[in-house]
């Protein structure tokens, strides 16, 4: 980032950073994929770099790439930079070829565009709408879908408005939807995994070599050394145990034979390659009965042959004995142990008859991870029958189970906020879908919306915002067609009150992520209800400022929290929001957000300006802390109640905290938990503010108890913050220095400073790494 009065600008060295990340990967990994992967990463970051260099891309602007408006879905590498290429550009597509072959017409995308304005288009256009068999994985591939159903309900002006704008790009751009072998699904259902997706990964698995290798020491190498050591024991003086003493009859002979068998061996299983290391004792027994068998003689290294013999003897027995026998049992079961490859394709062959776009409904999942039949096991190689699927093959295909979205929270499908938050706008498309009354045009716009929420963000500078669905030409042409009604707001209402009880429950130590934010703003306005969310802001490209709705938003947590704990541990002072009126946070208040960003740094204890991001990281925090980060809003007013109560989310909130405070053990890299810490100490504050005291006092007493069962530095470094909890409970201020060893838990330090959490417990300077 530039500084100075100017606005800001995106400098070249993070790509430059990436640009030499992908190459080195593309020229050094041992893995061709990954280095396979790494090359095309090389080659969209040097778009970015030569689109910077020659002025056809402007990261930071909403249209970021030249020649193209706003709605055109962009490419975009990490960091939010656009490459200078459409999503819905490229090649034509083979479902595109085989729509122009039947058309007759050449498969160029700008034929196929005017094939589909004809009679026989618009018929299979309909046709798809009616019928639902199609898939729209980028919005640009809903433009025609909307034309054909404008025409067909008589809106020829909005149809028209549609084609004008998308026209010029229509050799370009695809417009037009891909068919499909299934129709959508209930609208509750929702999946994180279709089976194609699945299945992909399961076929992604390849034998692992170690595995392999170490199955064929104890099912090969092992007996074979077994052999050769009877086989020398049978040579031992009964009295002092050395060998080569005596030689019963065919001894020669039978050596002979192990050695045949030997050569053999190592010719089939070349996996293992112990056996020939002059160090291993197998080496040294074969070496010295080929001393015996090829010199006629003893073997040259009489010593060292002993060596072996006794140590083999020691460590396991001798041959037969039955400690021995055991230990061969159980190493022979452990060889014979199913490959998670083999297993995986019995998988793939249950999976290959359900359709690849679609989830697995319940029981489903369950009986598809069931083991291995008799059937199964005669058609597979090295399987037997009754083999059972281990837990990370189970849990790769019940990531395809389709079940609502609280089922599948609570049976660990959906094991985090991030991973919830790419669920929901399944569902969430259909709640806000219901504001059409035909049914057609109600699927179309609800995989519609699923398809803009795919759309990645962009690195915006200067408060411009993302790109909304209500800005793409086609979406705005159906507006005036919705009906919002009593149904539909009551059914938003419902979804935005169940997916922020869900987030809570499921998750009670974690914010809400950005696009879970998104989606429970979308809800928010379909329901009618005013509410301000607020998205987590990155501290390396915070800009010194906050729109309007943050002010607004401190406004909804003081309603709530004013004369609470939250109000007095943080130290905040909620009433004096009270008075601020007209906040204008549909859009940017200047003064009041101005006003807004001096009061966060204000309370942070550092000066705005200069784009460094620890000062920037705690600017945002006390933003988080004055806002709640939604959860105020949750609560008030859109009307959050969790079944579980508020002292239940405290204590998981807890557990969260300590989590990673467990991992910060000579960390070299901490920050990132001390700040994961801190957030969840945070919702844990805002649990505890809305209990009653009684129930407060027993919360603090088993946060007290819970820091005490896990290792002692966690009870250490947690000791000031939990000083600083009982202070405050009781009365006290953190401001007021009257508790000099409590301290309030904020997740960032100044640059340059340790936090306090970090400090160990001699005193040493331990140093962790930037990351």
Not at 87 to 105: F, H, K, M
Not at 143 to 166: F, K, Q, S, Y
């Amino acid at each position: 980032m530039n500084g100075g009065d100017a606005k800001p600008q995106v400098g070249i060295a993070y790509s430059h950073a990436q640009l030499a990340k992908a190459f080195s990967t593309a020229l050094t990994h041992e893995d061709e994929s990954v280095r396979r992967r790494a090359e095309e990463r090389f080659g969209r970051w040097e778009k970015v770099l030569r689109g910077m260099a020659d002025g056809t891309l402007t990261i930071g602007s909403r249209a970021p790439v030249s020649g193209l408006p706003a709605w055109v879905t962009p490419k975009v590498v990490r960091g939010g930079f656009a490459t200078g290429d459409a999503a819905a550009a490229g090649p034509p597509e083979p479902y595109e070829i085989e729509a122009a072959r039947r058309a007759g017409i050449a498969p160029e995308r700008r034929a196929l565009f005017a094939h589909y304005l004809t009679d026989a288009g618009l018929a299979e256009l309909n046709s798809l709408l009616d019928d639902g068999h199609y898939d729209i994985a980028l919005p640009e591939e809903a433009a025609l879908l909307v034309v054909a159903w404008l025409l067909r309900a008589g809106d020829a002006d909005a149809a028209w408005g549609v084609l004008e704008e998308i026209e010029p790009y229509a050799g370009r751009l695809r417009f037009a939807p891909r068919p499909s072998r299934s129709a959508p699904g209930e609208a509750e259902i929702v999946h994180r995994e279709s089976v194609g997706g699945v299945r992909e990964a399961l076929a992604a698995r390849r034998p692992n070599r170690a595995v392999a290798a170490m199955n064929e020491a104890l099912a090969v190498w092992n007996p074979f050394a077994d052999e050769l050591l009877a086989h020398w024991l049978e040579t031992a003086d009964p009295e002092t145990g050395r060998v080569a003493v005596q030689e019963p009859d065919g001894w020669r002979v039978r050596g002979a034979a192990l050695l045949v068998r030997y050569r053999a061996l190592a010719a089939e299983h070349t996996l293992c390659g112990k056996h020939r290391g002059p160090k291993e004792n197998l080496a040294i027994l074969r070496s010295a009965l080929e001393d015996v068998s090829e010199g006629g003689g003893t073997p040259t290294r009489p010593g060292l042959l002993q060596h072996a013999v006794d140590a083999m003897v020691r460590r396991r027995g001798a041959p037969g004995t039955a400690g021995h026998a055991a230990l061969r049992e159980r190493q022979a079961a452990d060889a014979s142990r199913h490959t998670h490859h083999a297993l995986a394709q019995v998988l793939l062959a249950r999976l290959s008859e359900f359709p690849p776009e679609a989830g697995l409904p319940l029981p489903l999942p369950e009986r598809l991870t069931g083991p291995v039949t008799a059937d199964e096991a005669r058609r597979a190689t090295g399987l037997a029958a009754g083999a059972v699927m281990p837990a990370s093959l189970r849990r790769t295909v019940e990531a395809a189970t389709a079940a609502p979205i609280g089922t599948l929270v609570e049976r660990g499908v959906v094991p985090s906020a991030e991973v919830m938050a790419r669920l929901v706008p399944q569902l969430v498309a259909w709640t806000t879908a219901q504001a059409y009354a035909d049914e057609p045009l109600r699927r179309l716009m609800a995989g519609l919306y699923r398809a803009f929420r795919n759309r990645r963000s962009l690195l915006l500078l200067n408060l411009e915002h993302q790109v909304q669905l209500g800005e793409l030409p086609w979406v705005r042409a159906v507006h005036r067609h919705r009906v919002p009604g009593h149904g539909s707001v009551t059914g938003a209402r419902t979804a935005l009150v169940r997916l922020g009880e869900l987030a809570l429950q499921g998750f009670p130590g974690t914010i809400l992520p950005n696009p879970l934010v998104r989606e429970l703003a979308t809800l928010s306005r379909a329901a009618d209800i005013e509410v301000p969310f607020v998205e987590e802001l990155a501290a390396d490209i915070f800009e010194g400022t906050f729109s309007g709705k943050f002010l607004k938003a401190t406004q909804v947590a003081g309603e709530l929290l004013e004369g609470t704990l939250y109000e007095r541990y943080y130290g905040i002072r909620y009433a004096p929001f009270r008075d601020v009126r007209d906040i204008a946070w549909r859009g940017l208040a200047a003064q009041n957000s101005a006003s807004f960003a001096a009061l966060c740094a204000d309370r942070a204890g550092v000066r705005l300006g200069g784009y460094v991001p620890a000062i920037n990281g705690m600017v945002i925090e006390q933003a988080q802390i004055l806002t709640t980060h939604n959860l105020a809003a949750l609560v008030h007013p859109i009307g959050v109640d969790p079944s579980p109560g508020w002292g239940d989310l405290a204590r998981r909130a807890f557990t969260a905290v300590c989590r990673p405070v467990v991992r910060l053990h000579n960390n070299p890299r901490p920050f990132g938990m001390v700040k994961d810490a801190a957030y969840a100490w945070r919702q844990m504050m805002f649990f505890l503010a809305l209990c009653g005291l009684e129930e407060q006092i027993a919360v603090i007493a088993w946060v007290q108890d819970e820091a005490g069962r896990h290792p002692e530095h966690v009870a250490r470094r947690l000791a000031p913050a939990l000083a600083g909890l009982r202070h405050v409970l009781t009365g006290g201020s953190l401001d007021d220095g009257g508790a000099p060893g409590a301290r309030r838990f904020t997740g960032w330090a100044r640059d340059g400073h340790l936090h306090w959490i970090l400090a160990p417990a001699d005193g040493s300077s331990f140093a962790p790494r930037r990351s």
